[in-house]
């Protein structure tokens, strides 16, 4: 059990809101880590944090090492972190803005072909679908090649093809020894990937443990303060009508 | 292959400029030959209108330079240099220094100096706030400085009024600063933009993106803030208002070279530079011996040209 993200007693404050106030957990090394929450629960702002992209108070050991202390750019060496899609109004090709994560690599045909992207190559990021422009933001996630990739909801936009696609990507790089914590809002996907998750309750408690433990109908209930049933070891959400 | 391009477009973009040099210098209230030239007429190419043309190139690069800037910083692409208000508050300090020295020709350019570095120092208070907070401040001090004006121009007595107005809309004949100077902040300009060229293309991605790339958000955006302003503010001080300029350069350099800012931005610092001397040649020439304001005209080619490329562009 390598420690990789530690919180010692940090509080996080978003304007005058306290999201948190004294977590303390450990997310361990060499695991698909998966955060699941209500709407504003804070997920977004936590991963944020996990990546030293806004200000908290505590501290947030990354490999045992006070994430503040870290140079910027030895920061981003090591982690990745993809959330909103990005502006696209001032004209930037998908090549162009694969080329701004680190100089044009060569891997780039191969990356590209992997998300499905190569067709859209040459366009204007204006130009794309919200899906196709978040397999670009993908694909750049994949050049930068990171050791950690913090992700908020990196299935969000995409349809059923490509999701399946990229729980597979995200599977072979887990494999490979990538660290990977990401928020998902689709419970199978998480059940899929997740081997520990974070659960953040509507009242700002956060639970950290293997999924085999928190993954069930009494917990989960609890977290999203929704109705859930089960159906034949599948976690469904109640809508009223049995699914045959 | 693509280097043999490059080198291509920027030959033909010095060819262009080339000849748009020589067609500005031979245009005037008669056709002078620059190569022929002597006497008298040789007298007013090299004394009056070369440093008027070189004025004009130089604060129409600065213009297109800090509208591209400016429009990157806010990440707002109709973002021009006088959003802020710097172009509002030098016009006051403009006209008050006038009321005050009515008789003298170079109290204008000092006064609009410190009002557009008064203009700056307000806009400053707010660029903690993030860029939309920024921006509507910039938006709001503009309207506030409009009618401070308003009020300044209603108390000017009425011999003072014709100066006002023309400096208003953009008038190179009165600039009193050297020409080494302007070029020389138009060649400075034009470096810091190659510095920072690799930084803005990031900070396309939105400021969350470009923190996550390792770029210091809040440093690269008040060096921006700072080096556009003061980019604007020297050339109001030369020139008055010119209005868009800034606006309409940088959006055609893109679309012509794509949106990278090592090509945007010396693009926008040469094409700002030709459309300005394209202007004021016609201001000067149009109704000679009588001159008109350049801003007039660089509105008048500005606006049909930027309505035609609100409808190019794929929304």
Redesign the interface.
């Known amino acids: 059990m390598i420690p990789l993200i530690k919180f010692n007693n940090v509080s996080i404050q978003r304007g005058k809101n306290t999201l948190f106030s004294n977590l303390n957990f450990t997310v361990t090394s060499g695991h698909i880590t998966v955060i699941l929450g209500a709407n504003g629960a804070g997920k977004s702002s936590l991963l944020l944090a996990m990546?030293g992209?806004i200000p908290v108070l505590g501290d947030i050991d990354l490999m045992g090492k006070p994430l503040q202390l870290y140079h910027?750019?030895d920061?981003?060496q090591l982690?990745?972190?993809q959330?909103?899609l990005?502006?696209t109004?001032?004209?930037?090709?998908v090549e162009?803005?694969l080329c701004?994560?680190n100089d044009c690599p060569k891997r780039i045909n191969h990356v590209a072909s992997d998300m499905d992207i190569t067709i859209l190559l040459s366009r204007?990021l204006?130009?794309l679908s919200s899906g196709e422009l978040q397999r670009v933001e993908l694909a750049a996630l994949i050049l930068r090649d990171a050791p950690i990739w913090l992700l908020d909801e990196p299935t969000s936009h995409l349809d059923l093809k490509h999701q399946i696609h990229f729980v597979h990507t995200l599977k072979k790089h887990s494999t490979k020894g990538r660290d990977i914590i990401l928020i998902l809002h689709d419970l199978q996907q998480a059940k899929v990937l997740a081997d520990f998750l974070i659960l953040i309750d509507t009242q700002g408690d956060v639970h950290y443990g293997k999924c085999e433990d928190l993954f069930n109908r009494q917990t989960l209930t609890q977290t999203f303060d929704a109705s859930l049933v089960d159906q034949e070891s599948a976690l469904m959400p109640d809508y009223g009508v049995t699914i045959s | 292959m693509i280097h043999i391009k490059g080198a291509i477009t920027w030959a033909m973009i010095l060819v262009i400029l080339s000849m748009f040099f020589l067609l500005t210098l031979s245009m005037g209230e008669q056709w002078i030959n620059p190569f022929q030239a002597s006497g008298q007429d040789a007298m007013i190419l090299w004394e009056l209108r070369l440093p008027r043309l070189l004025t004009a190139f130089a604060v129409g690069g600065l213009l297109a330079l800090a509208g591209a800037w400016f429009?990157?910083l806010l990440?707002n692409?109709l973002a021009e240099p006088y959003v802020l208000g710097v172009a509002g508050s030098a016009s006051v300090g403009a006209v008050a220094a006038l009321m005050w020295m009515p008789d003298t020709t170079w109290v204008m350019s000092v006064g609009a100096f410190i009002g557009a570095w008064i203009g700056i120092v307000c806009v400053m208070f707010f660029a903690h706030l993030g860029t939309n907070k920024m921006l509507l401040a910039g938006v709001v001090l503009a309207a506030f400085w409009s009618a401070v004006l308003g009020l300044l121009l209603a108390l000017l007595p009425e011999q003072g009024l014709f100066r006002a107005f023309s400096w208003m809309m953009g008038d190179l004949s009165y600039s009193d600063l050297p020409i080494t100077l302007l070029l020389g902040a138009w060649g400075f300009a034009l470096l810091c933009g190659f510095f920072l060229s690799r930084s803005l293309?990031?900070l396309?991605?939105?400021e969350?993106?470009a923190?996550?790339?390792?770029i210091?958000v809040n440093q690269l955006r008040q060096r921006l803030l700072l080096l556009a302003s003061a980019v604007t503010a020297l050339a109001v001080t030369a020139a008055g208002t010119i209005g868009f300029v800034g606006l309409v350069v940088p959006h055609f350099m893109?679309l012509l070279f794509?949106?990278?800012h090592y090509r945007v931005l010396p693009a926008s610092a040469i094409g700002g530079g030709i459309l300005l001397m394209f202007a004021d040649t016609i201001a000067r020439t149009m109704i000679a011996p009588a001159e008109l304001p350049v801003g007039i005209l660089t509105a008048m080619i500005g606006v049909p040209v930027f309505l035609f490329l609100l409808l190019r562009r794929?929304?």
């Open positions: 990546a992209l910027p750019y920061r981003t982690i990745a972190w959330g909103e990005p502006p109004e001032f004209g930037l090709t162009q803005r701004l994560v204007a204006a130009q | 429009q990157v990440s692409p293309d990031i396309l991605l939105g969350r993106h923190e996550a790339l390792g210091d893109r794509g949106s990278l794929p929304s």
